[in-house]
């Protein structure tokens, strides 16, 4: 692949893939439990739309609109999640491709959030980043040529092949932290998104409509269990960002062994 400018934030900016989603997952130190904390309005000056609370489980939700999409915040025994998407989870596909913007823009403002509230969090022993990225395309061919060009360990017939799903965890060491070591998780896929509505007065469904096409990739990059003690003295706003240079060297490069 050819070589590429980069933004201030160490992001290649001509990376071609839209965003769907972010994700921020905190695994807390054993005795740390927030109850109801105000985090979503702290960091976005807003209250939030809707607010869930369930203190027998020890389960909270907020969520709301920000920034173009939807911030949810999520405390369950043991994790604190921040998830920036498109649409709430669960949410109907719109008729035509919509995202959070590309990687560059849209990190941007995840990570100024994700820097905030982790200057502020509970004791925290494990950190993982997570992203869904999509290349629209015109067909599935197009979509399957994509893949190929990012995963050239695997054989790819762009006009005969379908159903792909390729998963794969590529270990390796922190380069800033001896003794942690990082999972890098990809998913990569062909997709096709299709609504299905209602027949008014029918109850029957309606003919699925294609929406589009593409290249997806799924990232989760975490710290590994093993190395829970040494993330507990670290900088965690240093290790997310290691976390999130290494997802976006796959989605810049693909997969590759080291």
């Known amino acids: 692949m050819s070589e590429t400018s980069h933004t201030r934030l160490g992001v290649p900016a001509d990376l071609p893939w839209q965003v769907d989603t972010w994700r921020l997952t905190a695994f807390l130190a054993?005795?740390?439990?927030?109850?109801?904390?105000?985090?979503?309005?702290?960091?976005?000056?807003?209250?939030?739309?809707?607010?869930?609370?369930?203190?027998?489980?020890?389960?909270?939700?907020?969520?709301?609109p920000w920034c173009g999409g939807t911030l949810t915040l999520a405390?369950?025994?043991g994790v604190v999640i921040w998830l920036y998407s498109v649409a709430p989870p669960g949410g109907e596909p719109t008729p035509t491709p919509s995202f959070l913007g590309p990687?560059?823009?849209?990190?941007?403002?995840?990570?100024?959030?994700?820097?905030?509230?982790?200057?502020?969090?509970?004791?925290?022993?494990?950190l993982a980043i997570g992203g869904v990225f999509v290349q629209p395309t015109k067909d599935r061919e197009s979509a399957y040529e994509i893949l190929s060009r990012y995963l050239p360990a695997v054989e790819i017939d762009p006009?005969?092949?379908?159903?792909?799903l390729y998963r794969i965890n590529r270990r390796r060491d922190s380069l800033n932290y001896p003794g942690v070591q990082i999972n890098r998780l990809m998913t990569w896929s062909a997709i096709t998104v299709q609504a299905i509505g209602m027949l008014i007065g029918t109850g029957a469904l309606a003919p699925q409509v294609e929406l589009?096409?593409?290249?997806?990739?799924?990232?989760?990059?975490?710290?590994?269990?093993?190395s829970s003690s040494k993330v507990e003295s670290i900088e965690l706003s240093s290790i997310f960002d290691e976390l999130t240079q290494?997802?976006?060297?796959?989605?810049?490069?693909?997969?590759?062994?080291?």
């Open 246 to 258: 290494l997802g976006l060297e796959i989605a810049e490069k693909g997969d590759l062994p080291r």
């Open 75 to 77: 405390v369950q025994p």
């Open 159 to 164: 006009q005969n092949s379908s159903d792909l």
């Open 103 to 126: 990687i560059p823009s849209s990190l941007e403002r995840f990570r100024d959030l994700a820097h905030r509230w982790l200057a502020e969090a509970p004791h925290v022993n494990r």
């Open 30 to 64: 054993p005795g740390e439990q927030p109850r109801e904390p105000n985090w979503w309005k702290d960091l976005t000056g807003e209250e939030p739309e809707t607010r869930l609370s369930n203190p027998r489980q020890s389960l909270f939700q907020e969520q709301g």
């Open 212 to 226: 589009y096409v593409g290249a997806k990739l799924e990232i989760d990059i975490n710290t590994t269990p093993e």
